[in-house]
């Protein structure tokens, strides 16, 4: 008996083998180089052993839209061009984040593994989603330090194309959905001229004034455009985007979502609440998939990673700015701030919702996109970090299937600029284009402040992350773990001989 050609192709879902591998590389780094390894060995063990598992059995599913030779090219060098200009490597000026991201890499760099401090009499461990930053860091410990710019650069690319290449894979024509993905934004350009003008003289101490109740509220950072997000906070950015990607494909295309807990597991290493944002895709497709399908031993060994991850971050010193925003406010002053916020931000997305409505531009991606918009609505409701860490990070996976919305939107049968809605979603994608194009030639052309570890130290005199304390404000808090803690206790190396 003959066999059909067909079913001897290799199907297997490379992209998934690949987006899991990048994901689950740092925890690999950690289990073997910050865990004791009496504990450390056997877990990367059967982590290994699952992902190979995934590999071999559970990657398998419909085939992806194949790319002709052109739009790979085009891929590729978008996203070398992306990653180059959001500053990942420090070869253009970098954001204002990156004295954060320096300082950690300096320690990870030039210190022992686990990186502990002594700061203020009290002992510490670095304890933050440091997936970003181990693998490149590894790197220039083993090469030379001098290798750290271009290793986080190789690094920071491979998760960029990753992603790049399911977005094209995403839509019927590969190139102009990328793009769209890319430029969509929220009306964020309104949000700073209006922080701009209440900063200007005109208004004095009054418009101070009202600047600080949105800072103290959590909402004076804006809902990030996608190159401004990678651009300030990559290690966030980066498991959003591949982890909904594999969950969308898993959860909805596929509805077989076996495997899930190992990249949800990894993810955690890099951005625990980045993870929590991600579960709005499962809940968005649940009636395409079945709880049982996820026991299975690929999932077991998430689980496993996941529990010692838990204990990693069970020791994080206490967070002294989180609870709901009223908790924040002077007087009643949210009740009118929140949806001034919301109102000057999520525009766009108030359009689609409208257009889609009226025309059916969404079709079956309908209960995604509302569930995003939801959470957006929602999630400022509630401050964790001096500025409201929470919903930057939690809400990256919302805005990526927004502008995934907008692109099936775009290129949907029903888009016509003839109608109303079509036309000011149009202009109001414009709009928001304004602010990431302008701030970055602004900030090229203007004197940049140097955020290397070099400047900050010769400015600051920080020497090392646990420094980083400023206008009151203890923001290495939010990066340190307790010395007092399980994870130090049973966990973590120790310096001593014995591992104790």
Not at 285 to 292: C, G, S
Request: aromatic share 18%.
């Amino acid at each position: 008996m003959k066999s059909d050609p067909a079913n001897n192709q290799d199907r297997r879902d490379y992209f998934a083998i690949l987006a899991v591998a990048y994901l689950l590389l740092p925890s690999l780094v950690f289990l073997l180089t910050w865990c004791r390894p009496v504990i450390g060995l056997p877990v990367a063990v059967v982590v290994v052993a699952a992902f190979v598992r995934f590999g071999r059995r559970e990657s398998f599913g419909p085939p992806r839209p194949g790319l002709p030779a052109g739009t790979w090219v085009f891929i590729l060098a978008l996203a070398l061009v992306w990653t180059w200009l959001a500053g990942i490597g420090g070869f253009v000026w970098q954001a204002s984040d990156y004295e954060k991201h320096n300082l950690a890499f300096h320690d990870l760099v030039t210190q022992a593994w686990p990186v502990t401090y002594a700061n203020g009499g009290q002992n510490y461990y670095l304890c933050y989603g440091s997936g970003y930053y181990l693998v490149p860091a590894l790197a220039a410990r083993l090469i030379s330090a001098n290798a750290l710019p271009v290793a986080t650069f190789v690094w920071g690319f491979m998760g960029v194309a990753l992603f790049f290449y399911w977005v094209a894979t995403f839509g019927r024509a590969a190139k102009t959905t990328l793009v769209i993905v890319l430029l969509f934004a929220a009306t964020e350009t309104l949000w700073h001229l209006y922080l701009h003008v209440l900063k200007s003289p005109h208004f004095d101490a009054d418009g101070q004034t009202l600047a600080a109740n949105f800072d103290h509220l959590g909402v004076s950072s804006d809902y990030s455009d996608s190159f401004s997000a990678l651009q300030f906070r990559p290690q966030h950015v980066l498991p959003a985007w591949l982890g909904t990607a594999l969950f969308y494909d898993w959860f909805w295309v596929r509805r077989r979502p076996r495997g899930i807990g190992l990249a949800w597991a990894a993810g955690w290493l890099w951005s625990p609440f980045t993870c929590l944002g991600l579960l709005l895709v499962p809940l968005a497709a649940r009636p395409r998939w079945r709880w049982r399908a996820m026991w299975e031993p690929v999932n077991v060994g998430g689980a496993i990673l996941l529990a010692v991850l838990a204990v990693y971050f069970q020791g994080h010193v206490p967070l002294t700015e989180q609870g709901p925003i009223w908790k924040f406010t002077v007087g009643h002053n949210w009740l009118w701030c929140y949806p001034w916020f919301v109102l000057l931000e999520l525009t766009p997305m108030l359009l689609i919702f409208l257009a889609d409505q009226k025309y059916n531009l969404l079709g079956e991606f309908r209960p995604f996109f509302r569930i995003s918009f939801a959470l957006l609505l929602l999630v400022p409701l509630y401050k964790i970090g001096y500025y409201g860490d929470l919903r930057l990070q939690v809400q990256t996976s919302a805005l990526l299937l927004c502008g995934l919305a907008a692109s099936r939107c775009f290129t949907s049968a029903g888009f016509s600029l003839r109608r109303p809605l079509c036309a000011l979603l149009v202009a109001s994608q414009l709009l928001g284009a304004v602010y990431p194009f302008a701030r970055w030639w602004q900030d090229a052309w203007r004197a940049r402040t140097d955020y290397s570890f070099a400047a900050t130290n010769k400015l600051w005199g920080y020497q090392n992350l646990s420094d980083f304390k400023r206008f009151g404000y203890d923001y290495a808090s939010q990066y340190l773990g307790r010395s007092n803690s399980r994870a130090m206790d049973w966990l973590l190396r120790r310096e001593d001989p014995d591992g104790r």
